[in-house]
């Protein structure tokens, strides 16, 4: 994908891990750069679409990696193009730049994502509950959540 070779060559330092499996091309960025790689895509590159944005506990996959992901599903629709951009996050801070200046769309994600993983966003403007009710003891997407879930207060 000539994409993913234009964001190694303008940022070299950001972009850590490319691979593709089924199809699916993936570039793992540096948290740092995370806007301004995502802002290049949008505005640069045609990737004006933000289709979906996840969490992932890592959990027992990498013991010396970072535990979380954040996930997010780009589309470009003048070329039929999808590209899946991760960045990492340590359990000690799992905090990412929110990407709603770019996208508004993405405060509902966002809000899930920090509700169902503990991970927030920098900047996001209203990280309130959007499925669960405030005060919730946990992060039920979590893998050592529970399984049998928590007692009502």
Known sequence: MEVVQRLRERFPQAVQEVYEHRGQVTVVVDRGALLEVMRALRDEWGFGFLEDLCG?????LDPEGP????????VCMDRRERLRVKVRVEEADPRVPSVTPLW?????????????FGIAFDGHEGLKPLLLWEGFPGHPLRKDFPLRGVEES
Request: hydrophobic share 40%; net charge negative.
């Open 104 to 116: 508004a769309t993405a405060g509902f994600h966002e809000r899930e994502c920090a509700e169902m």
């Open 67 to 74: 535990r979380f992901e954040v996930v997010y599903h780009l």
């Open 56 to 60: 992932v506990d890592r959990s027992g």
